[in-house]
């Protein structure tokens, strides 16, 4: 992010809130499933553990054994598994 993105990053989330929230979904268990973890912080979302990392677990997870990926709940872009 750029140093006048946060602005827009801010938004984002809440416009992302605002279209969680016209659906039957519940705001206080809601999930976001992405790999920015700011937009789940900014909107007040939880965000998925396997993802809480962001883009950097995507970047090593295929370096990670399958003991260490299941013990940090991690994924990897060749092994991935539905959250």
């Known amino acids: 992010m750029t140093a006048g993105s946060s602005s827009e990053a801010r938004d984002a989330s809440f416009r992302i809130r605002f279209r969680i929230a016209e659906g039957s ?3 206080a268990t809601a999930k976001l499933a992405t790999v920015s ?3 789940a912080i ?3 979302l ?3 553990p396997e993802l809480s990392t962001g ?3 995507l970047r090593i997870g295929d370096l990670l054994s399958e003991e260490q990926r299941l013990a940090s709940r991690h994924i990897a872009l ?5 959250l």
Not at 78 to 82: F, L, N
Request: overall charge positive; aromatic content about 16%.
């Open 25 to 27: 979904h519940d705001l």
């Open 37 to 39: 973890p700011v937009y």
């Open 42 to 44: 900014e909107s007040g």
């Open 46 to 48: 939880g965000i998925y």
């Open 55 to 57: 883009s950097f677990v």
């Open 78 to 82: 060749r092994h991935r598994r539905p």
